[in-house]
């Protein structure tokens, strides 16, 4: 696996120093209030797994898929929600939690989605973003967000390509022959 890899974009500790303010942050922004935090699969399970963790109020945590790449790397637009939460988040505080927001259209799609459940609010947290590849019709703006990238493939700590390099402990660009071969 890690010959596939170019360079390492975010080091194990730098992805600990961002989960580590971020965790601060919210848990001061959101003292006394419902939390549920809402780990967007597959690509944010390492990510909100660490951050839940530096996370020191009280909060639930439940689990949505929406589906949109297919094995390619462009956001197909058509984002489908292909798994559910499993509980009730009426009146709570959500915070979405997304691996990337890349063009935007998964957490365009995932928030109104999220909206019809009556939650009191939606605040929405990336651990990456790519703001080069915005699709210019969304206007949401994640309030956490960890790091920038330029526009580069990266992979590791929870993202893949075709579903590959989710378990690397950092975050790599992945060497172009890998995807131009396939
Ligand atoms: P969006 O709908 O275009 O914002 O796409 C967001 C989703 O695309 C993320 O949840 C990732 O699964 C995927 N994605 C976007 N850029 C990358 C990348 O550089 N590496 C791996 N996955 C990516
Ligand atoms: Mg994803």
């Not at 890899?5 to 992805?15: A, D, G, P, R, T």
């Not at 209030?33 to 996370?55: C, H, N, Q």
């Not at 009280?58 to 949505?64: A, G, L, S, V």
């Not at 019709?137 to 960890?146: A, F, T």
Request: proline share 4%.
């Amino acid at each position: 696996m890690l010959e596939d890899i170019k360079e390492v974009y975010f080091s194990k500790e730098q992805l600990e120093e961002i989960t580590e303010r971020i965790g601060t942050q919210i848990s001061r922004d959101f003292e006394g209030k419902e939390l549920v935090l809402i780990s967007v699969l597959k690509g944010s399970v390492i990510f909100m797994a660490d951050l839940m963790r530096k996370i020191t109020i009280p909060c639930r945590i439940d689990f949505i898929t929406a589906a949109s790449y297919g094995a390619g790397m462009e956001s197909s637009g058509n984002v489908n929600i292909t798994k559910d939460l499993s509980d009730n988040i009426e009146g709570c505080d959500i915070l979405l939690v997304e691996d990337i927001f890349d063009s935007g259209n998964t957490l365009q799609k995932l928030s109104d989605f999220l909206a019809t459940k009556n939650p009191a609010s939606i605040t929405l947290c990336t651990l990456l973003d790519k703001p080069k590849r915005r699709n210019p019709n969304v206007k949401l703006k994640p309030k956490y967000i960890g790091a920038e990238v330029q526009d580069e493939f990266v992979v590791g700590y929870g993202l893949d390509y075709n579903q590959k390099y989710r378990n690397l402990p950092f975050i790599g660009i992945l060497k172009p022959e890998i995807y131009e071969n396939a």
